[in-house]
């Protein structure tokens, strides 16, 4: 067993911090204040091959191990996390279906300008009636002729403004909860499909999130990825890889919080001595570093599991409940360090503290992942 990673996996995460620090952390505020969707950063980002990364390079993609993704998820979002999401919703979820069960056709037709930065991707699974219990949706798909026409609204889609392709998942057999959704590529543009209300958000506010509406929505037969009533599995499957991504996040916020933390800590000054040198204080950086790096590892090792081949889903749940749980409770903290000046508009930590709080509940919330790690172990 060997605790360190490749000398690529080194050079892609000092890459995007590198990468992060000068295009990113300098607007970061402003994206969060304006709450705009920062196409500049996400132009230069599939610019350089980081919209793409575990895709192989044939389709557009960087050939990446899913471990160095999940790193650069991570550095992206240690600056800004609603970019880091932007990234990790197009890569784990609109590029990995096409990726993992789209045919040779869709590859190249839909994977290629989504992973070489191109188009950017949405994922349209949750409805108004359907969150956690995905089953309860109520999109419908009916072939006529050489086509599915599909109705229904989804909610919560991030990227769904700004988006140039849709995955998104409609019963084709209503009866049969178990194989009767199937999936689907929607492309902008494409008559019936239209975006409907845009959300304003507490945290990640520069990642675009509305209703995604199809009324007689007519999609290609051939848009149809994988097989008919492969929806659900297509939607568990990247969902699990997606998960990877959040805890990757929230492990990039937690650090920003740390980061944050230590500065201040070292610089502010109370009874004549920086804050740091009271023992209440370095507990609390203490107990930050210890939990950052157990949630790294945890990514990691799911991320590692991916890479090999082996099944991952349980490890990816135990990732995200635990970073996203430890990166909300140490932004707390941070600001808690930080005093009165935390929770001031324009501080860093009061933005970490926003968009920790996500991290729990998009992508399968805390409850989900307990579901699916208690139900692999009482199988
Ligand atoms: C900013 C944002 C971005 C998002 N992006 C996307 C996206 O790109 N694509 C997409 O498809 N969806 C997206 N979502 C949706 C997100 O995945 C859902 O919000 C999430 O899965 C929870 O669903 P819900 O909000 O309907 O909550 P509900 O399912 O109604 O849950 C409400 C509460 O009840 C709990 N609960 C539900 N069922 C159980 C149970 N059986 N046992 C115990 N507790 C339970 C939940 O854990 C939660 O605490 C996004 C959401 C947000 C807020």
Redesign the pocket.
């Known amino acids: 067993m060997e605790f360190k990673l490749s000398e690529e996996q080194e050079l892609i995460k000092a890459n995007m911090r590198e990468f992060a620090k000068t295009y990113v952390e300098p607007v970061a505020g402003e994206i969060d204040e304006s709450g705009r969707y920062p196409a500049e950063i996400i132009k230069k980002l599939g610019e350089g091959g980081w919209m793409g990364m575990p895709f192989p390079v044939e389709y557009g993609g960087a050939g990446a191990d899913y471990l160095s993704y999940a790193i650069a998820v991570e550095e992206l979002s240690r600056s800004c996390a609603a970019t880091g999401f932007t990234m990790s919703?197009h890569t784990g979820?609109a590029c990995g279906p096409i990726a993992l069960f789209g045919s040779e056709a869709q590859k190249k037709k839909y994977l290629t300008p989504l992973a070489n930065g191109g188009h950017l991707g949405?994922?349209?699974?949750?409805e108004p009636g359907?969150?956690?219990?995905v089953g309860s949706a109520t999109t419908t798909a009916v072939l006529k002729g050489d086509e599915y026409v599909l109705n229904g609204t989804?909610?919560?889609?991030?990227?769904?403004p700004v988006a140039d392709t849709f995955v998104t998942f409609a019963w084709t057999d209503p009866e049969d909860k178990r194989k009767g959704m199937s999936s689907f590529i929607v492309s902008k543009g494409t008559p019936g499909l239209s975006i409907g209300a845009h959300?304003m958000?507490m945290g990640?506010r520069g990642?675009q999130?509305s209703e995604v509406v199809f009324k007689d929505c007519h999609v290609p037969k051939e848009n149809l990825i994988g097989n008919l009533g492969d929806g659900l599995k297509i939607a568990m499957s990247c969902l699990d890889h997606g998960r990877i991504g959040i805890a990757a996040q929230a492990v990039g916020i937690a650090q920003a919080a740390l980061d944050e933390s230590i500065a201040y800590a070292k610089a502010r000054i109370q009874f004549g001595k920086p804050i740091a040198k009271n023992q209440a204080i370095q507990w609390m950086l203490a107990d930050m570093q210890t939990d950052i790096t157990a949630g790294r590892f945890l990514y990691y090792y799911a991320a590692y599991l991916k890479d090999q081949g082996m099944p991952f889903s349980k490890e990816a749940s135990m990732a995200k409940v635990f970073c996203s749980e430890m990166c909300f409770k140490h932004a707390a903290k941070a600001v808690q360090i930080f005093g009165g000046y935390g929770y001031i508009k324009g501080q860093k930590v009061e933005r970490l503290l926003r968009d920790a709080k996500?991290t729990e509940?998009?992508?399968?919330?805390?409850?989900?992942q307990r579901?699916n790690i208690a139900s692999s172990l009482i199988r």
């Open positions: 919703v979820l949405a994922f349209a699974l949750t359907a969150g956690t219990d989804k909610t919560f889609t991030s990227n769904g959300f958000k990640i990642s999130t996500i509940i998009y992508e399968g919330t805390s409850e989900a579901m």
